[in-house]
């Protein structure tokens, strides 16, 4: 089996020691809170992680010498800086131009079966 990636959650924002509320994942109550507020456990975030390979990505800010690298998903992430205004564009179906044809005008062949 493979390593699920674990989340630096160090920050006291995820857990509120005060109400404990359904996991979103599991159900069962939990203190621990995702960056978006929701109540989750840290285990259940990071096999979500782990199962959603092709979830939109969170990274590490570029710095010279040092690559990027995965911090989880946009929905459960590390603490820390990622590339916040760097998300990631939609998926969009290539759809490749097929030039005008030359002396046609552009228009030539739209009517054509
Ligand atoms: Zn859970």
Known sequence: MDVVPLL??????????????PCCLCGKPTPMRSHADEAVHKVCAE????TRPNEARRYTPPAPGRAQHDVGTWRFHNDGPTTAHLRAPAVTRDTP??????????????FAA
């Open 8 to 21: 630096d959650w160090g920050d006291n924002s995820h857990f509120d020691a005060r109400t404990t509320r």
């Open 97 to 110: 131009q097929r030039p005008a044809p030359a002396g046609a005008g552009g228009q030539g062949d739209l």
């Open 47 to 50: 096999e979500w992680n782990a």
